[in-house]
């Protein structure tokens, strides 16, 4: 429950900014003549949309396990994670589309105020990218790494509309179009990171094995209860932000099922004291031949 609230507020914080560069980028870019500047208010605003679903989501994800749902609710996230996919693949659609009509129709050229409005975006985005990154590692939520990455796409297309607009402005008439092959880049750096995003919720969603260095650290911790004497099979699955193990334990076969079902209830104990994101260890007991 603490790694969820921790995991909300986080996101909490990304829509209270985004909603404020929304409106920074949008009036600088319409002042300041650059389609650059409205095309990252675009997707900025796009970004809250999808911050309130990953809320929705975190919530949902949240309940406890119910007889329904015995894994508790947390598939919800990695859902809610291609919803936020599919809002970046449409504005990633429609910031290409409007940079091609830029780019074939005659405009002024941006004002030099917008550079300066960029280089505060970029900074403050990527400050945004390393909290809520940091924030995702801590709790292992997919849907708080998406937003991670929101901020970073964001921060690489204002870095985008930076180098366009300073070209347009360097090189001068006949280069107004610099900012607008800038937000078209953008538009392809939004996919690339979309798919960035998706690859691992899919992951998630069809149990795939990537938990290797969680895998080795339940084997090791296991050896360390009196009567396990090695491991065996050992699957992982994720839901949410927690993980549910079904592991195969090795114990002395002259043991006594009294005995075997001890050992197991003391390895479970000892697992989940050890280990916060587990959410329950199911222990099938193999004798030593």
């Known amino acids: 429950m603490e790694r969820t609230e921790k995991a ?3 996101v909490y914080l990304g829509i209270f900014g985004n909603l404020l560069l929304v409106m920074v980028k949008g009036l ?3 002042f300041g003549n650059s389609y650059a500047l409205i095309a990252d208010a675009i997707e900025s605003a796009s970004d809250v949309f999808s911050s309130l679903l990953l809320l929705f989501g975190l919530k949902y994800a949240s309940r406890p396990a119910d007889q329904n749902h015995p894994y508790g609710h947390g598939r919800a996230e990695p859902l809610i994670t291609f919803l936020v996919v599919v809002f970046l693949v449409v504005s990633a659609v429609v910031i290409a589309v409007e940079s091609i009509n830029h780019i074939l129709v005659p405009h002024d050229l941006p ?3 917008t550079l300066i409005v960029l280089a505060v975006i970029i900074l403050v985005k990527e400050i945004f990218y390393r909290t809520v990154n940091k924030k995702s590692k801590e709790t292992e939520s997919s849907s708080l790494k998406a937003d991670a ?6 921060a690489i297309t ?9 070209i347009a402005l360097f090189m001068g008439k006949g280069y107004e179009a610099a900012d607008d092959w800038a937000a078209l880049f953008g538009s392809f750096v939004i996919l690339y990171n979309s798919y960035q995003i998706f690859r691992p919720a899919l992951g998630e969603i069809m ?3 990537l938990y290797d260095e969680l895998e080795m650290e339940i084997r090791k911790l296991s050896k ?3 009567g396990v004497i090695d491991t065996e099979k050992c699957r992982i699955r994720k839901v949410g932000m927690n ?3 079904d592991l195969h334990v090795i114990v002395d076969g002259s043991l006594s099922v009294k005995q075997g079902h001890i050992i197991a209830h003391a390895l479970k104990d000892h697992l989940i004291k050890k280990l916060i994101q587990l959410a329950d260890v199911f222990i099938h007991i193999e004798p030593n031949d």
């Open 207 to 209: 149990d795939e094995q």
């Open 224 to 226: 360390e209860v009196e």
């Open 149 to 154: 990455w929101h901020h970073r796409s964001d």
């Open 158 to 166: 204002s870095l985008a509309a930076f180098v366009g607009i300073s």
């Open 28 to 30: 600088a870019g319409f």
């Open 243 to 245: 993980y549910f193990i």
């Open 8 to 10: 909300i507020k986080t």
């Open 111 to 113: 004002k030099p105020f």
